[in-house]
């Protein structure tokens, strides 16, 4: 018996040391200068390769994923995007996303996510979450 729990808590214990040791792979682009990360259309990730976070090819090093969006006001306005590694920002490296404005009115979004590949788009747990808590409302209040 002390046998079988030896060699379980020694797989645990390997097991999570290789998770934290080897790197996360993220996609990394950005709309402005890569056609295959364009704001406006679906992210297609047959044209996008991951990269090693804690390779040379990472331009930003880091240890979770990122996707980070701007949206300017105005019917004329803009949309950009941009996929990364990411190493330390205000929101950490838990899985999260945060929205506010910046100059002139400029929309801003920006989510962590710490799975392989994980920043392709918004995260659709958030989107159904929310639609599902307002359809919810939604029945009750009309009843």
Avoid at 79 to 106: L, M, N, P, Y
Wanted: with cysteine; hydrophobic share 35%.
């Amino acid at each position: 018996m002390n046998e079988n729990i030896l060699i379980i808590t020694t797989i645990l214990f390997l097991s999570t040391v290789l998770q934290t040791t080897l790197a996360i792979q993220c996609y990394q682009c950005d709309s402005d200068f890569d056609e295959n990360c364009r704001a406006d259309k679906p992210f297609d990730t047959k044209l996008n390769a991951l990269v090693d976070c804690l390779s040379d090819e990472a331009h930003t090093p880091g240890s979770y994923c990122v996707k980070k969006e701007w949206r300017s006001p105005g019917w004329w306005g803009w949309h950009k995007v941009t996929r990364r590694c990411g190493s330390s920002t205000a929101i950490g490296s838990r899985e999260t996303c945060i929205r506010g404005f910046e100059d002139q009115g400029v929309y801003i979004r920006e989510c962590n996510c710490n799975t392989d590949g994980c920043n392709t788009a918004i995260s659709t747990q958030a989107t159904l979450l929310t639609f599902m808590t307002s359809l919810f409302i939604s029945i009750y209040f009309l009843h």
